[in-house]
């Protein structure tokens, strides 16, 4: 029960990351770890500080109170209520991007998948739901389909060090340990006290058989 609490937490600290003058903010704002110890989500800019602003749409106030319910970690009531926004404006990106986030936490691949493929449509250049769904397709086994759109998070976001670390992890995990430390190595550079980086580079390296430098 707590680590779910602590997740949901984890997870509405990035969403609530907001910006009502630039909603769709395609610079990263917020990152986190949750799904494993080593694949990084990451969450766009949205709108408002609190559900009671009366400028907010009624789609937009059934966003906020779902990410209330995401960070006390009840995350099917979020899902409920990202649903109840959608019915209200399908067109609403966020609330697909979260709602498939959340739904791939709760381990419901086919539903998040679905879902952040629909936040692709509405907003192809949408980088965050490219590196989530990068990370539902991961976690469920399809490194290849991962490593693509960790690809496709760069080429919307070529800085995002955090997309550089995705993908090498998805490379290591496929046995691809040239290619994981190459994309550490930049994720590395590109932010420089990026702990997890340097961990995982250790790891490539080790596999490489190039213990001294992984110590």
């Known amino acids: 029960h707590h680590k779910g609490r602590n997740a949901g937490m984890a997870v509405v600290a990035a969403m609530k990351n907001r910006n009502r003058r630039n909603i769709y903010c395609t610079k990263l704002t917020a990152v986190l770890v ?28 059934l966003l906020n109170q779902g990410l209330e319910c995401a960070s006390q970690g009840d995350f099917q009531k979020a899902v409920d209520l990202f649903t109840q926004a959608i019915k209200e404006n399908p067109s609403l990106t966020e609330a697909y991007l979260y709602r498939g986030t ?20 509405l907003m192809p250049e949408l980088a965050e739901a490219y590196n989530n769904r990068g990370i539902v397709y991961c976690e469920a086994g399809k490194l290849d389909l991962g490593i693509e759109d960790f690809s496709a998070t760069l080429k919307f976001n070529p800085n995002d060090a955090f997309a550089y670390k995705n993908r ?34 250790g790891q490539a390296l080790f596999r490489l058989g190039k213990t001294d430098e992984a110590i």
Do not use: H, W
Not at 34 to 58: E, R
Not at 103 to 119: C, I, N, R
């Open 34 to 61: 949750i799904l494993t110890a080593v694949l990084i989500l990451s969450f766009p800019a949205y709108a408002s500080t609190d559900g009671k602003d009366s400028t907010l749409t009624p789609a937009e106030k």
């Open 102 to 121: 959340i739904l791939g936490q709760m381990g419901k691949t086919d539903d998040a998948v679905k879902d952040l493929s629909e936040a692709i449509k």
């Open 168 to 201: 090498g992890v998805a490379y290591l995990r496929k046995g691809s340990y040239e290619a994981a430390l190459d994309d550490f190595n930049k994720a590395i550079a590109l932010r420089s006290n990026f702990t997890e980086a340097y961990c995982a580079s």
